[in-house]
């Protein structure tokens, strides 16, 4: 079937095109989508693409850092600014994939990809949206829930807080082919200490439902609590509670649910 390519010079007009036509689909670095056609998708019949070259920006000086959708897995591990991300960009594919695939198609990946979204969610990021009728913030945990919703509007960039200290941050994918391979599961915690405390936790899961999800029992395990065995016990007994995990051929929704606080405990105790 002939695909009509329609390249727009803004992101409006892209976002425009995009959702007048259901079997338009908007493409970013195309690791998945070209995928798709190249298989006989036959849903799509536009590509839609837009040359912005905001879309491309990294601010990253400032404690907040936003990253323009386009940009790719291998421009981040080249940004010095964002070495908090570099272990999620990382994880992502091999050299090729992380050449093309974007941080913006990555919000739409399903699983088991969606590593770096992962990381996103445990960062509170935002999601700058451009819709056909104008352009909008969405905090990045409602921008997953509605995902279906959002295939007519084109994501412009993420933003989210720069963590205040290296350990702070923390991520861990687990695969079975290393260095590559698609998620068991995936774990990022934010796990900012005050005053001997965590003060605003928050732990995201990849591959333990259809999106990334917040694993909020155990955030509530450990806020206004000592990082510490007790507390991360606590959070990693917890960690599976509202979730839905993935059934497939990586590991089966039992597996992942054993795995899951085995290695929430870990990165949260700072083991390999
Ligand atoms: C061999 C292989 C290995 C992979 N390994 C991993 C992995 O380890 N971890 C992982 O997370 N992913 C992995 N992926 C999946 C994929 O490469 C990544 O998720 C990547 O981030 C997708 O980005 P993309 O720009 O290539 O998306 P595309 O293929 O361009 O698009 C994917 C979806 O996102 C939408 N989209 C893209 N950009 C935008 C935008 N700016 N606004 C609105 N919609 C948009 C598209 O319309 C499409 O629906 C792998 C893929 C392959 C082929």
């Keep these: 079937m002939p695909i009509t390519v329609k390249t727009f010079a803004s992101t409006g007009e892209a976002a425009t095109a995009l959702s007048s036509d259901r079997a ?56 010095r600014e964002l070495a908090f991300l570099h272990a999620a960009a990382r994880s992502i594919g091999g050299p090729a994939v992380r050449n093309m695939g974007t941080v913006g198609g990555n919000l739409f990946a399903p ?5 770096f979204t992962v990381a996103l969610l ?36 993420i933003s989210c807080q720069r963590p205040t200290s290296t350990e702070a941050f923390r991520y861990r994918k687990v ?7 698609g998620s068991v599961i995936t774990v990022a ?24 999800i917040r694993a909020r029992a155990a955030e509530r395990a450990l806020e206004g609590r000592p990082l510490d065995s007790s507390s991360i016990a606590a959070a990693a007994s917890a960690v599976t509670e509202g979730t839905s995990p993935v059934d497939d051929a ?23």
């Design 24 to 79: 338009a689909r908007y493409l970013g670095g195309g690791t998945l989508v070209m995928r798709a056609l190249n298989e006989g998708d036959i849903s799509i019949s536009t590509i839609v693409r837009a040359s912005d070259h905001a879309l491309r920006r990294i601010e990253a000086a400032g404690p907040r850092v936003t990253i323009g959708a386009a940009v790719t897995f291998a421009t981040i591990l080249a940004e």
């Design 111 to 115: 699983n088991p990809f969606g590593d």
């Design 122 to 157: 445990a960062l509170d990021a935002t999601v700058a949206l451009q819709g056909g009728f104008g352009a909008r913030d969405v905090p990045i945990e409602e921008f997953l829930q509605g995902r279906e919703r959002q295939a007519g509007s084109v994501v412009i960039s």
């Design 175 to 181: 695969t079975r082919i290393k260095p590559k391979g």
């Design 189 to 212: 915690a934010h796990v900012p200490i005050s005053s001997g405390r965590v003060v605003g936790a928050r732990v995201a899961l990849g591959s333990m439902a259809p999106t990334p």
């Design 250 to 272: 990586l590991g089966s929704a039992w597996y992942r649910r054993e795995l899951a606080g085995v290695h929430l405990r870990r990165l949260l105790s700072g083991q390999e």
